[in-house]
């Protein structure tokens, strides 16, 4: 009994938001425990005004917020400011970006906030702390962006970058790789600018080697931001993109190769579909043999079956030479048809109803079987219920057409079989779309 | 399907959660949320082409409502319902000495004392047995051959007039002390020892679902549409245990409120609901349930009664339970042993996942939810860490992980997963079929299954209860974005509490309207009718960029909305009760409060032993009677039913029911001195004190969770799979429980019972009826479900379910593990014997034995071996409950 109720001590004496590191740790933190706690009232104090009155306050804010009030939030929020000056540290500590999230999300909202308030806000809560300097920044930097100022945010960007306070944390050098990406970003604009500017000028000579001058000194600047970045683990599709963009148009193939070869396969960084079409197209333009692109996909098939690009592999893999990728060819048409979404494509249903075609033709049934015997539990309700069959024929003629010769395939349905009309789950769609076909 | 060229850039940084400077928190809250999934600076100039999207609001509108508040959509059930636990009920409220340092203690010796009042048959019967070989109880001579046996009777006189509650100058006699002196250190500490342990466990458990209800997870209220457009059905638990699923068919309507047709049907099931999902695939609407050890399926058919397709039961609880979106029948079934199981109409049940170990770092919950993704059999698995994918086609234990608690989605430290669910639905939705949702205490997150680990949105969902429900609901326009409901357990909506969310998009309305069912933890079912206002202009007349925090540009192509303001969208002033609203609502309170508002306080019995067993012979008739009415009726006995009423008595205070028409009958009859006849007429007839019922009913609520053990081991001579109802060891309520064990022993005294026992029995069966003389045996063994169904109906108590064409009964365990429910009612069949499929989830295993050998070891070595008691029932409870 006593240790559950120091437990429940250790609960009753949790902050709303923050666990002190010693207390007993509950199962669950839970962000309303505080208020089931504070309603049984009567034990002792409260906590004190100063509290109780901003816990409050925040709690109008958000609701407010919430409701899309953001006059009477901007209100309220005035008189939360009074937090900064809180006598609990930790809560001080938390303040200025707790104020941070909801200022910025009114001044976002509010119909009478302009680019100037929000930059003065931003400006003055940048400074209070250390702490959300650079957090702030990017921040300020992407809202400039949003609204199309682009040189403002890039005198930001660059501000944020040049900002220094003692030692920083990893987390702060993290920020300012970040920070340095996007003015890379900003810095591959202004190069593409260039680079149309360039291709349309005329004249020969000086101004033409000046602008290249010029746009050389870009790709030099982003591309060594650019660089830093994508060596995090992270998803940065654009940066990648850009970055090879810049490599390619120097020639240094190898190099971009090497990027999107890295942004694919690194194990570190999460698995990003992107990463591994960016590298099949680069490969694709620069005309490499099929093995090596079909090897690309094939890595992509097994993360992302359902992707579109695997109707493009299919086509790869079917015009190969070796006997293995055609078997494949087969179970990637399968396995894009496995999933919900696919179920009404009729490319997908019309490749898998020639294919099979000729596979069987080719004397290669025992590819069929070997894909079916996984499916043939389910695919028959899936695919060819008696339900889908008549919504198909409904509102999709040739789709319908197809799954029924599909399903007369798999399923082994000789054709001019007994018409039998039922509604049972599982009943095959060829019987009944045939049947429809007959009666047309 | 499509997957976004180009994603937004994130960090991807794994680590512990907590990792508040982490770089990938910067963009935690609202708008940078929101900025999250804006489209990536294109490659042209940014400059040229600034991503002005339409504000939200301009383009769709906001969901208004009609009134301020939701609506009683039925009258309030017949069941009174009384709140549920608050902390306030278990927290010490005493002076605190120290009040600068005032904690929240559980109030123990006030939790024991209830305990021990309540369920004294609990607290004491285990002592009971230990002296019965010792004691006797007034038999005159025999008891001296064996000088082990003391006699108690003077004892028991004694304490005869003695009066509970601790008065401190209750006078003592030689024998009490003597008594309390010698046995007091050896019982008291046995009781102290056991009980101590028991209350601990139940009061953690009682205070963890005060704070996090995880059976309710998912809601039990659901939608089914109808054939036509405007029909559909209500499926929800109520009555006080909410075991009885009620099926109402509503009508909806574009402008008026929507209609409830007729009377629900419903169901009558061995345990309460948790869980209820509906799903209408290919054509087939199917509702799943899932009780705390048993899911069940049924098919909705439009005519006729809902149809069962399958029963599971489960050793250890069900915490989860969906419908496949793919499949017709497909269902995803979790237990707290971590197991995940997959059954299909023609395949049976297959195990795909199972792991009693949490998937990321170690999290004591074993809570567990299963749900389907866009592939039809793949599964995602969560726990309180995180969501992982289990392939039913090659079951293993190391699927990929969608998503964990952890640095990558810059979770907080103690943030735990408390809801995830797939948002796909075969429908073509302008939303990619391969989105998850995740809810947590804090934040919401949405996740593709081909980006696994890197949430695509994540939003600040400030909820102030668990968010324990979530619906996605189709667009109202063509085009427009998803709403997207999210429901918590307690109130932040609505200041209800919810158990169940079912919104309801009526087709062909003027303008786009949503119904919004609610469930309330009373079993009330409330709407709320919302409509999509177009814009009001002077919103988005400033500034171009006034985005609102619902614009969440997803996929490029699609969107969804966060409606959190959903019921709390209209600004106080624009709606008010219309006169309707408010007569609907009068109308409801006035039904609601025909309930008799108090009761007189319960006082404690002061009837004696001494009385029972000595009384005179002409007084036998009438207390035998007496008594076997409140062993049927389960109720404590009182004075007035062992001595003949007084003519002239007035009728008991708390029989409040009756209608003007009774009450002039009652007088007329006692006018001729037939009080007493009448009186008796009305008591047989059962029309109990509602309060009574209820207390019943709770009773067999939670008797109900016993019986699963019940039936394996105490039961375990009941070997027919369809026993004569009678026979059936139906889940007990506490009196019926001493009568049922007095028949048992009554049947196996000849064998096993001590000789100088059996006389003392014999008396005690000489005052109770034989179990088959006349009437009386039908209440005696009346079934609970029964008596429920008396409940929903008050005058008809006497009619048996049976005649009820519309219920069917599904109750008590068969010991066979695979016979889940089985219907007494010849109307309905028999679910086993209709369906050679079902089986149960997992056979008995020899770990579930143990653990319940382990829990009740305590118990079990208080009674001695040798003897079978009257209390002989008792030790296989699984755990007490107690009645705060």
């Keep these: ?440 | 399907m499509d997957f976004p060229d180009n994603l937004f850039p994130t960090f991807f940084l794994p680590g512990p959660p907590g990792l508040s400077d982490s770089p990938a928190s910067y963009l935690a809250p609202a708008w940078s949320d929101y900025m999250q999934l804006l489209k990536p600076p294109q490659t042209q100039d940014p400059s040229i082409n600034p991503q002005h999207e339409a504000s939200y609001v301009t383009k769709w509108g906001r969901w208004k409502s009609d009134t301020p508040g939701p609506l009683p959509f039925l009258l309030p059930g017949a069941d009174p319902w009384d709140p549920e636990l608050m902390s306030q009920d278990l927290l010490f409220r005493g002076r605190v000495k120290q009040p600068a340092r005032a904690k929240a203690t559980i109030d123990v010796i006030e939790q024991l004392n209830h305990f021990l009042w309540d369920h004294g048959d609990i607290a004491f019967g285990p002592l009971g047995m230990l002296l019965q070989e010792n004691f006797n109880l007034g038999e005159k001579k025999k008891s001296r051959k064996n000088k082990m046996v003391m006699n108690t009777e003077w004892l028991l006189r004694d304490l005869n007039g003695y009066q509970p509650k601790g008065c401190p100058w209750a006078h003592l006699s030689t024998r009490q002390r003597r008594f309390s002196l010698l046995g007091g250190t050896v019982l008291g500490e046995e009781v102290e020892n056991l009980l101590g342990g028991l209350l601990h466990e139940e009061l953690e458990t009682r205070w963890k679902r005060l704070l996090l209800d995880e059976a309710s997870t998912g809601g039990a209220l659901g939608w089914v549409p109808g054939a036509k457009p405007h029909h559909g059905q209500l499926v929800y638990p109520t009555g006080r245990a909410h075991d009885q699923l009620n099926f109402q068919k509503v009508k909806l309507s574009p402008t008026n409120e929507p209609q409830a047709l007729g009377d629900p049907s419903h169901i009558l099931l061995r345990g309460p609901v948790r869980q209820v999902v509906t799903r209408t695939i290919q054509g087939e609407a199917l509702v799943a349930v899932r009780s705390d050890h048993h899911c069940a399926l049924w098919k909705l058919e439009h005519r006729g009664p809902p149809e069962p397709l399958q029963v599971l039961e489960m050793e250890k609880e069900a915490t989860g339970i969906s419908l496949s979106p793919h499949l017709p029948g497909e269902l995803a079934v979790c237990t707290r042993s971590g197991a995940v199981c997959l059954w299909s109409p023609q395949h049976g049940l297959q195990q795909i996942h199972k792991d009693p170990e949490t998937f990321v770092f170690k999290d004591p919950s074993s809570w567990r939810w299963a749900d389907f993704t866009a592939h039809p059999r793949v599964l995602t698995v969560a726990d309180r860490t995180g969501l992982r994918f289990a392939d039913a086609r090659a079951p293993s234990d190391c699927g990929e992980l969608l998503f964990r608690v952890g640095a990558e989605a810059s979770c907080q430290r103690g943030e735990r997963v408390l809801l995830a669910q797939y948002l796909g639905t075969p429908d073509p939705l302008p939303l990619s079929p391969t989105l998850h949702l995740v809810c947590t205490q804090f934040s919401l997150y949405l996740l593709d299954e081909r980006l696994p680990l890197v949430p695509l949105l994540k939003w600040n969902h400030g909820l102030l209860s668990p968010p324990l429900l979530a619906q996605l609901l189709p667009p109202p326009y063509p085009e427009a974005p998803l709403p997207l409901l999210l429901g918590g357990l307690g109130g932040h909506l609505r200041m209800l509490h919810l158990s169940g969310l079912a919104a309801v998009v009526p087709p062909g309305c003027p303008s786009p309207t949503m119904l919004l069912f609610q469930l309330s933890a009373a079993g009330d079912v409330f709407y709320q009718r919302l409509w999509l206002q177009p814009d009001t202009s002077s919103e988005s007349a400033g500034s171009p960029s006034t985005d609102h925090a619902e614009d969440l540009g997803l996929n490029s192509h699609s969107q969804t909305s966060a409606t959190s303001s959903l019921g709390t969208v209209s600004e106080p002033s624009a709606v008010s009760w219309k006169p309707r609203a408010v007569a609907c609502c009068r109308r409801w309170l006035k039904t609601l409060l025909q309930v008799p508002p108090t009761l007189p306080s319960w006082t404690p019995p002061t009837f004696s032993q001494h009385h029972l067993r000595w009384l005179k012979e002409e007084n036998k008739g009438k207390v035998q009677e007496g008594l076997r009415a409140a062993m049927a009726e389960g109720r404590l006995l009182l004075q007035g039913d062992l001595a003949p009423l007084p003519p002239s008595d007035p009728p008991p205070a708390h029989e409040p029911f009756g209608t003007e028409d009774k009450l002039s009958e009652r007088l007329e009859a006692s006018w001729e001195r037939k009080g007493a006849i009448w009186w008796d007429g009305q008591r047989d007839g059962s029309r109990l004190p509602r309060k009574r019922q209820s207390r019943e009913k709770r009773r067999t609520q939670l008797s109900s969770s016993f019986s699963s053990v019940r039936s394996t081991s105490d039961f375990s001579d009941v070997n027919s799979p369809l026993p004569h109802p009678p026979k059936t060891p139906s889940p007990l309520h506490r009196m019926s429980e001493t009568s049922q064990s007095l028949e048992l022993s009554q049947e196996l005294w000849v064998k096993n019972i001590p000789r100088e026992r059996r006389q003392t029995l014999r008396d005690y069966l000489a005052v109770l009826p034989s179990p088959d003389s006349g009437n009386c045996s039908i209440p005696q063994f009346q079934n609970p479900s029964s008596q429920s169904l008396s409940t929903s109906e008050p005058g008809k108590c006497s009619v048996p379910c049976s005649q009820n064409p519309r219920t069917q009964t599904l109750f008590s365990p068969l010991p066979e593990s695979y016979s889940a429910f089985y219907s007494q009612n010849p109307n309905s069949q028999s679910l086993y014997s209709q369906n050679p499929n079902s089986q149960s989830l997992y056979s008995p295993e020899p770990a579930f034995n143990s653990v319940f050998h382990s829990q009740n070891s305590s118990i079990q070595k208080l009674p001695s071996r040798h003897t079978p008691s009257l209390a002989g029932s008792q030790p296989l409870r699984k755990k007490p409950r107690m009645g705060f």
């Excluded at chain 1, 020969?204 to 010029?214: K, L, S």
């Excluded at chain 1, 069929?368 to 695919?383: L, M, N, Y």
Aim: hydrophobic residues 40%; charged residues 20%.
């Design chain 1, 1 to 440: 009994m006593d240790a559950f109720s120091e437990e429940l001590m250790g609960f009753v004496q949790k902050d709303n938001q923050v666990e002190a590191s010693k207390d007993p740790v509950p199962e669950i933190h839970l962000p309303w425990l505080s208020q089931h706690i504070q309603s049984t009232g009567s034990h002792g104090q409260k906590g004190t005004n100063f509290a109780q009155t901003t816990s409050i306050c925040l709690n109008f804010i958000q609701e407010a917020l919430l409701k899309h009030q953001w006059q009477r939030a901007s209100e309220f929020l005035q008189c939360y400011l009074q937090t900064l000056e809180d006598i609990n540290s930790q809560k001080r500590q938390m303040a200025p970006e707790i104020i941070w999230k909801l200022g910025s999300t009114i001044l976002y909202n509010h119909p009478k906030s302009n680019v100037e308030t929000f930059s003065a806000f931003a400006d003055r809560m940048k400074n209070i702390g250390v702490q959300n300097y650079l957090k702030i920044s990017l921040q300020h930097a992407l809202y400039l962006l949003h609204n199309g100022m682009v040189e403002d945010a890039y005198r930001n960007l660059n501000q944020a970058e040049s900002w220094r306070y003692g030692e920083m944390s990893a987390s702060q050098e993290k920020l300012i790789k970040l920070i340095q990406a996007y003015r890379g970003l900003l810095d591959y604009y202004t190069w593409s600018k260039k680079r149309t500017e360039v291709s349309s000028f005329d004249m020969d000579g000086f101004a033409t080697n000046a602008a290249t001058q010029d746009m050389h000194s870009y790709f030099r600047q982003a591309s060594v931001n650019l660089h830093e970045i994508i060596k995090i683990p992270g998803v940065w599709d654009t940066f990648v993109k850009s970055y090879v963009e810049m490599l390619e148009f120097y020639g240094d193939q190898d190099g971009a190769r090497q990027v999107l070869t890295d942004y694919a396969y690194d194990n570190n960084f999460p698995s990003n579909p992107n990463a591994h079409i960016y590298l099949y197209k680069f490969l694709k333009k620069e005309k490499a043999p099929e093995d090596k692109l079909i090897s690309v996909l094939k890595i992509l098939h097994q993360i992302v079956p359902s992707h579109k690009i695997m109707l493009e592999f299919h086509m790869l893999l079917k015009k190969s030479n070796k006997e293995e990728h055609h078997k494949l060819g087969l179970e990637v048409l399968l396995a894009i048809l496995d999933f919900s979404g696919c179920t009404e494509n009729i490319t997908a249903w019309s490749y898998l109803a020639k294919y099979l075609k000729q596979i069987i033709k080719g004397k290669h049934r025992e590819w069929v079987q070997e894909g079916w015997s996984s499916r043939k539990d389910w695919w028959p309700t899936f695919h060819f219920s008696y339900y889908l069959a008549k919504k198909n024929w409904k509102e999709n003629r040739i789709l319908a057409l197809k799954k029924a010769f599909t399903s007369g395939i798999l399923l082994g349905k000789v054709k001019h079989q007994k018409i039998i009309l039922s509604s049972g789950v599982g009943r095959p769609m060829f019987e009944s779309s045939f049947c429809l076909l007959l009666a047309e």
